[in-house]
Every structure is written in structure tokens, then in C-alpha cells.
């Protein structure tokens, strides 16, 4: 094949006469309106239901008060759970995967001390860089490792 056969064709080649009198905007028509009567007619006949908001009859003499229904107390709602958000100028997040016991057992040593967790956390790392340097870590457990 040529090159000229691979070109693709401009749409305005050879088209120096590009007559666009043709198109021309079309005149704004009104449009009529359907009558109102006509169109409540056909939607009740269909089953649509108005979303108009229907007059209120209020009774011109007030009824006798009935005997009161027993009032239902709803249970309270519960307690929602303190937030651990503080400003502490640390920025970064660190995301761990731990079992159920471990999270628990964290939480529970940060509460009985009073610390908020990025302190905890850095607690435990303090504390494993002591063991680490007295050469007193426990045995690592053995696991699978992907290198």
C-alpha cells in the first residue's frame, strides 16, 4: 500500500465551498399548553395519586377528649463510645492486621495507664528497643515469609 492510501481523508478537503446557508436556526414556536382538567382526568382513570397537598378540614366544634393511649417509652439509646482523637502533632498512620486478643489487650494497657494509643504504641516500641539492645527478645515465631 502507499503512504497515501494509510492518510486519512480530511473532511474539508476539496470542499472550498462549504455552503452552511442551508442550516439555519429554527423560529421559537409556542408550544400548547395541555389542559390541566384533561390531564387529572386521564391520571386518576391510570391510578396516579397528586402529589398536591390536600386542604385541611378542621371541625368547627372540638370532640370530646378519649381515655389516653398508654405511652410507650422508647429504651434509651445507647451510650456511643468515647472518640480517641487527640491533636498530638504526630502525622503519620500507621495500619496493623492483629487478632482480636492482641487489639484487646493493647486497648485495655493503653486504658489502665492512661495513655492515648500513638503513646502506648511508642511505649512498646521503646520497650522492644531495650529488650532488643540486652539481646532479651522472646523467640519469633516461625511464619511464612515472602521475599
Same mark, same amino acid.
Given at each position: 500500500?502507499?503512504?497515501?492510501?494509510?492518510?486519512?481523508?480530511?473532511?474539508?478537503?476539496?470542499?472550498?465551498?462549504?455552503d452552511?446557508?442551508?442550516?439555519?436556526?429554527?423560529?421559537?414556536?409556542?408550544?400548547?399548553?395541555?389542559?390541566?382538567?384533561?390531564?387529572?382526568?386521564?391520571?386518576?382513570?391510570?391510578?396516579?395519586?397528586s402529589?398536591?397537598?390536600?386542604?385541611?378540614k378542621?371541625?368547627?366544634?372540638?370532640?370530646? #377528649?378519649? *381515655? &389516653?393511649?398508654?405511652?410507650?417509652? %422508647?429504651?434509651?439509646?445507647?451510650? @456511643?463510645? $468515647?472518640q =480517641?482523637?487527640?491533636?498530638?502533632?504526630?502525622?503519620?498512620?500507621?495500619?496493623?492486621?492483629?487478632?482480636?486478643?492482641?487489639?484487646?489487650?493493647?486497648?485495655?494497657?493503653?486504658?489502665?495507664?492512661?495513655?492515648?494509643?500513638?503513646?502506648?504504641?511508642?511505649? #512498646?516500641? *521503646? &520497650?522492644?528497643?531495650?529488650?532488643? %539492645?540486652?539481646?532479651?527478645?522472646p @523467640?519469633? $515465631?516461625? =511464619?511464612?515469609?515472602?521475599?
Open positions: 500500500m502507499s503512504e497515501a492510501g494509510n492518510a486519512r481523508a480530511s473532511i474539508f478537503d476539496g470542499d472550498d465551498d462549504f452552511l446557508s442551508e442550516f439555519t436556526p429554527r423560529a421559537k414556536t409556542a408550544k400548547p399548553r395541555a389542559d390541566k382538567e384533561a390531564l387529572r382526568e386521564v391520571a386518576e382513570k391510570k391510578g396516579f395519586v402529589r398536591e397537598p390536600e386542604a385541611v378542621i371541625p368547627k366544634e372540638p370532640k370530646p #377528649a378519649k *381515655a &389516653a393511649a398508654p405511652v410507650v417509652v %422508647a429504651p434509651p439509646a445507647p451510650e @456511643p463510645l $468515647p =480517641r482523637r487527640y491533636r498530638t502533632g504526630r502525622n503519620r498512620q500507621l495500619n496493623l492486621k492483629v487478632s482480636d486478643d492482641i487489639l484487646r489487650r493493647f486497648y485495655a494497657l493503653a486504658d489502665s495507664q492512661d495513655l492515648i494509643l500513638g503513646e502506648a504504641f511508642e511505649q #512498646a516500641v *521503646a &520497650a522492644l528497643e531495650i529488650l532488643a %539492645a540486652r539481646n532479651e527478645l @523467640p519469633r $515465631p516461625k =511464619r511464612l515469609r515472602w521475599e
